[in-house]
């Protein structure tokens, strides 16, 4: 079992958003990785959004939680809403992710759905995520 901590970032209309080859067919993504031994989920965060666009950023509060599980693998991913008082993108330290990251961006919320994630997402986003902090079960249930 794997747990997995993501932010949302936004930045007036629009989004942070990393594109990498992961393993569905959305090829764009909220920035975050795995928790390691002995981290919080905060400084996993933190960690995670340093090392993948250079940002330092401010972990607010708990979007939801929710299971990823297909076959013999089992993610628990655990989202937050975070803040980054600069919001200047630098460049990812090469070598940390599984996955390479191939860009970033700040993405208009209105466009989700061209970086291939869903509309129920995408209304989640722009409603402000209204069950916030709840046990969101199966990830199909957000829309991802």
């Given at each position: 079992m794997k747990i997995r901590v993501t932010a949302l970032v936004l930045k007036g209309d629009t989004i942070l958003l990393l594109e990498q080859n992961v393993d569905n067919a959305r090829a764009w993504s909220l920035p975050g990785g795995g928790l390691e031994e002995g981290e919080t989920l905060g400084q996993?965060?933190?960690?995670?959004?340093?090392?993948?666009?250079?940002?330092n950023i401010k972990v607010k509060e708990l979007l939801y939680v929710c299971d990823y599980i297909r076959d013999d693998r089992h993610?628990?991913?655990?989202?937050?809403?975070?803040?980054?008082?600069?919001?200047?993108?630098?460049?990812a330290?090469?070598?940390?992710?599984?996955?390479?990251?191939?860009?970033?961006?700040f993405v208009p919320v209105d466009d989700l759905e061209a970086y291939g994630f869903s509309s129920k997402f995408k209304e989640l986003v722009e409603d402000g995520f209204p069950n916030k902090g709840s046990y969101m079960s199966d990830k199909s249930n957000i829309g991802l």
């Open positions: 996993a965060l933190r960690r995670e959004l340093k090392e993948e666009t250079g940002l993610v628990i991913h655990m989202t937050f809403l975070a803040e980054a008082p600069d919001t200047s993108l630098g460049e330290i090469p070598g940390l992710d599984e996955n390479e990251i191939k860009s970033m961006a």
